[in-house]
Protein backbone atom coordinates (compact mmCIF):
# COMPACT_ATOMS: atom_id res chain seq x y z
CA UNK A 1 0.00 0.00 0.00
CA UNK A 2 2.80 2.34 1.04
CA UNK A 3 4.58 1.81 -2.27
CA UNK A 4 1.26 2.80 -4.35
CA UNK A 5 0.63 5.45 -2.29
CA UNK A 6 4.32 6.70 -3.58
CA UNK A 7 3.73 6.13 -6.65
CA UNK A 8 0.41 7.91 -7.28
CA UNK A 9 2.12 10.64 -5.56
CA UNK A 10 4.74 11.05 -8.09
CA UNK A 11 2.16 10.63 -10.38
CA UNK A 12 0.36 13.83 -9.81
CA UNK A 13 3.61 15.57 -9.22
CA UNK A 14 4.62 15.06 -12.91
CA UNK A 15 0.97 15.47 -13.90
CA UNK A 16 0.93 19.12 -12.03
CA UNK A 17 4.29 20.15 -13.32
CA UNK A 18 3.08 19.16 -16.93
CA UNK A 19 -0.33 21.56 -16.85
CA UNK A 20 -0.10 25.14 -16.65
CA UNK A 21 -1.55 26.68 -13.65
CA UNK A 22 -4.23 29.17 -13.70
CA UNK A 23 -3.36 32.83 -14.35
CA UNK A 24 -5.10 35.95 -14.79
CA UNK A 25 -1.66 37.37 -17.10
CA UNK A 26 -1.57 35.55 -20.41
CA UNK A 27 1.60 34.18 -22.11
CA UNK A 28 4.16 36.53 -23.41
CA UNK A 29 3.52 36.88 -26.99
CA UNK A 30 5.21 38.61 -30.16
CA UNK A 31 4.54 42.41 -30.27
CA UNK A 32 4.25 42.09 -33.82
CA UNK A 33 0.90 39.76 -33.85
CA UNK A 34 -2.05 41.40 -31.66
CA UNK A 35 -3.69 39.50 -28.08
CA UNK A 36 -6.87 37.58 -29.14
CA UNK A 37 -7.25 36.56 -32.93
CA UNK A 38 -9.77 37.74 -35.57
CA UNK A 39 -13.17 35.90 -35.29
CA UNK A 40 -13.93 36.47 -38.55
CA UNK A 41 -12.22 38.41 -41.81
CA UNK A 42 -12.02 42.17 -41.73
CA UNK A 43 -12.47 44.09 -44.24
CA UNK A 44 -9.56 46.11 -45.80
CA UNK A 45 -10.26 49.29 -44.43
CA UNK A 46 -8.54 52.87 -44.56
CA UNK A 47 -6.25 54.49 -41.85
CA UNK A 48 -7.23 56.66 -39.98
CA UNK A 49 -7.46 60.56 -40.97
CA UNK A 50 -8.08 63.03 -38.23
CA UNK A 51 -10.35 65.13 -39.34
CA UNK A 52 -11.80 66.65 -36.46
CA UNK A 53 -8.55 68.39 -34.88
CA UNK A 54 -6.40 65.35 -33.46
CA UNK A 55 -3.19 65.68 -32.94
CA UNK A 56 -3.08 62.37 -31.00
CA UNK A 57 0.36 60.21 -31.95
CA UNK A 58 2.01 63.02 -33.52
CA UNK A 59 4.37 63.78 -30.03
CA UNK A 60 7.02 62.05 -28.40
CA UNK A 61 5.45 60.87 -25.20
CA UNK A 62 7.89 58.34 -22.96
CA UNK A 63 11.10 58.91 -24.98
CA UNK A 64 13.19 61.44 -25.94
CA UNK A 65 13.17 61.21 -30.08
CA UNK A 66 10.93 59.96 -32.01
CA UNK A 67 10.64 58.57 -36.13
CA UNK A 68 7.46 60.37 -37.23
CA UNK A 69 5.91 59.26 -41.23
CA UNK A 70 5.21 62.74 -42.71
CA UNK A 71 4.26 62.38 -46.38
CA UNK A 72 1.15 59.74 -46.30
CA UNK A 73 -1.05 57.26 -44.88
CA UNK A 74 -1.11 53.92 -45.73
CA UNK A 75 -0.47 50.18 -44.38
CA UNK A 76 2.64 48.79 -43.02
CA UNK A 77 2.71 45.40 -42.34
CA UNK A 78 4.88 43.38 -39.88
CA UNK A 79 7.61 42.31 -41.40
CA UNK A 80 8.46 45.84 -42.82
CA UNK A 81 8.11 46.91 -38.73
CA UNK A 82 10.59 44.31 -37.95
CA UNK A 83 13.23 44.96 -40.08
CA UNK A 84 13.01 48.67 -39.05
CA UNK A 85 13.36 47.84 -34.97
CA UNK A 86 16.38 45.58 -36.22
CA UNK A 87 18.25 48.42 -37.89
CA UNK A 88 17.47 50.24 -34.93
CA UNK A 89 19.19 47.77 -32.39
CA UNK A 90 22.02 47.04 -34.66
CA UNK A 91 23.00 50.39 -35.25
CA UNK A 92 22.72 51.46 -31.44
CA UNK A 93 23.94 47.74 -29.85
CA UNK A 94 26.20 47.89 -27.16
CA UNK A 95 24.35 50.88 -25.68
CA UNK A 96 21.92 51.92 -23.06
CA UNK A 97 18.79 52.62 -24.44
CA UNK A 98 15.14 51.82 -24.08
CA UNK A 99 12.58 51.71 -27.38
CA UNK A 100 9.02 52.05 -27.45
CA UNK A 101 6.86 50.86 -30.21
CA UNK A 102 3.64 53.64 -30.55
CA UNK A 103 1.86 50.80 -33.41
CA UNK A 104 0.75 47.39 -33.71
CA UNK A 105 0.09 45.20 -35.89
CA UNK A 106 -3.48 44.17 -35.57
CA UNK A 107 -4.77 44.02 -38.68
CA UNK A 108 -4.79 40.88 -40.86
CA UNK A 109 -4.60 41.13 -44.23
CA UNK A 110 -5.92 38.31 -46.63
CA UNK A 111 -5.04 37.70 -50.27
CA UNK A 112 -6.37 35.55 -53.00
CA UNK A 113 -3.55 33.76 -55.86
CA UNK A 114 -2.38 34.96 -59.03
CA UNK A 115 -5.26 34.19 -61.82
CA UNK A 116 -7.73 33.39 -59.77
CA UNK A 117 -11.75 33.78 -60.71
CA UNK A 118 -13.50 36.29 -58.81
CA UNK A 119 -15.64 35.04 -56.01
CA UNK A 120 -15.32 31.64 -54.07
CA UNK A 121 -14.66 33.62 -50.80
CA UNK A 122 -12.35 36.68 -49.47
CA UNK A 123 -9.05 34.82 -49.59
CA UNK A 124 -6.39 33.18 -47.28
CA UNK A 125 -4.57 34.98 -44.34
CA UNK A 126 -1.49 36.62 -45.85
CA UNK A 127 0.29 38.68 -42.85
CA UNK A 128 -0.15 41.05 -40.20
CA UNK A 129 -0.17 45.14 -41.15
CA UNK A 130 -0.86 48.19 -39.09
CA UNK A 131 -2.90 51.25 -40.46
CA UNK A 132 -0.79 54.44 -40.14
CA UNK A 133 -2.30 57.73 -40.08
CA UNK A 134 -0.40 61.20 -41.76
CA UNK A 135 2.25 62.21 -39.26
CA UNK A 136 2.24 59.40 -36.57
CA UNK A 137 4.97 58.40 -34.52
CA UNK A 138 6.20 54.77 -35.00
CA UNK A 139 9.36 54.31 -33.08
CA UNK A 140 10.76 56.22 -29.96
CA UNK A 141 13.59 55.89 -27.73
CA UNK A 142 15.20 57.00 -24.41
CA UNK A 143 18.19 56.58 -23.03
CA UNK A 144 21.89 57.87 -22.69
CA UNK A 145 22.08 58.50 -26.44
CA UNK A 146 23.92 61.19 -28.50
CA UNK A 147 21.12 62.94 -31.10
CA UNK A 148 23.52 62.36 -33.96
CA UNK A 149 23.44 58.45 -33.34
CA UNK A 150 20.16 58.62 -33.12
CA UNK A 151 19.48 60.49 -36.12
CA UNK A 152 21.29 57.81 -38.09
CA UNK A 153 19.32 54.65 -36.72
CA UNK A 154 16.39 56.48 -37.35
CA UNK A 155 17.39 57.35 -41.19
CA UNK A 156 18.40 53.71 -41.68
CA UNK A 157 15.31 52.38 -40.11
CA UNK A 158 13.69 54.78 -42.70
CA UNK A 159 15.09 53.23 -45.15
CA UNK A 160 13.82 50.17 -44.46
CA UNK A 161 10.17 51.61 -44.14
CA UNK A 162 8.23 52.54 -46.75
CA UNK A 163 7.33 56.49 -47.00
CA UNK A 164 9.20 59.18 -45.80
CA UNK A 165 9.69 60.05 -42.40
CA UNK A 166 11.65 62.74 -39.74
CA UNK A 167 13.10 62.88 -36.47
CA UNK A 168 11.90 64.83 -34.04
CA UNK A 169 12.41 65.38 -30.60
CA UNK A 170 10.19 65.41 -27.42
CA UNK A 171 8.53 69.24 -26.95
CA UNK A 172 8.79 69.63 -30.75
CA UNK A 173 5.03 70.95 -31.38
CA UNK A 174 2.39 69.12 -32.60
CA UNK A 175 0.70 67.82 -36.35
CA UNK A 176 -3.34 68.88 -36.73
CA UNK A 177 -3.67 67.87 -40.65
CA UNK A 178 -0.68 68.83 -42.01
CA UNK A 179 0.08 71.82 -40.26
CA UNK A 180 2.70 71.88 -37.18
CA UNK A 181 1.37 73.93 -34.78
CA UNK A 182 4.24 76.22 -34.03
CA UNK A 183 3.51 79.23 -31.59
CA UNK A 184 2.76 81.41 -35.05
CA UNK A 185 -0.14 78.90 -36.08
CA UNK A 186 -3.48 79.51 -34.01
CA UNK A 187 -5.38 76.19 -34.05
CA UNK A 188 -8.80 77.93 -34.40
CA UNK A 189 -7.47 79.30 -38.01
CA UNK A 190 -7.45 76.18 -39.47
CA UNK A 191 -11.18 75.63 -38.88
CA UNK A 192 -11.92 78.53 -40.91
CA UNK A 193 -11.86 78.09 -44.73
CA UNK A 194 -8.54 78.80 -46.50
CA UNK A 195 -9.72 81.76 -48.74
CA UNK A 196 -11.43 84.53 -47.91
CA UNK A 197 -14.27 85.48 -50.40
CA UNK A 198 -14.75 89.43 -50.40
CA UNK A 199 -18.23 90.97 -49.80
CA UNK A 200 -19.35 93.49 -51.75
CA UNK A 201 -19.06 96.71 -50.11
CA UNK A 202 -22.45 98.70 -49.98
CA UNK A 203 -22.58 102.20 -52.67
CA UNK A 204 -23.52 104.20 -55.12
CA UNK A 205 -22.70 101.64 -58.01
CA UNK A 206 -24.75 98.83 -56.73
CA UNK A 207 -27.57 97.99 -59.03
CA UNK A 208 -30.91 96.65 -57.28
CA UNK A 209 -31.47 93.66 -59.06
CA UNK A 210 -35.23 92.13 -59.13
CA UNK A 211 -37.34 90.67 -61.28
CA UNK A 212 -38.02 91.66 -65.13
CA UNK A 213 -40.90 91.58 -67.89
CA UNK A 214 -40.31 90.63 -70.48
CA UNK A 215 -41.10 92.80 -73.75
CA UNK A 216 -44.73 92.90 -74.68
CA UNK A 217 -44.84 91.13 -78.12
CA UNK A 218 -45.61 93.22 -81.47
CA UNK A 219 -49.48 93.48 -82.59
Do not use: C
Not at 21 to 43: D, E, M, Y
Not at 63 to 88: C, F, P, T
Not at 129 to 136: D, G
Request: hydrophobic fraction near 35%; charged fraction near 25%.
Amino acid sequence: MAFVAIQRFINMSTYANLVRQFSATSNQASWLLPVAGARKKSRKGRPRVPTGGSVRGTTVVWGDYGLRMIDHHRRISAAQLKNGEEVIKKRLRGTKYKMYTRISANIPVYTSGNEVRMGKGKGSFDYWASRVANNKILFELKGDLHEKVVREAFRLAGNKLPGQYEFVKKGDPAVMGTTKLTPDVDPESLFRPRRVVPLPEPGLGDAVVGPTKSPAAPS
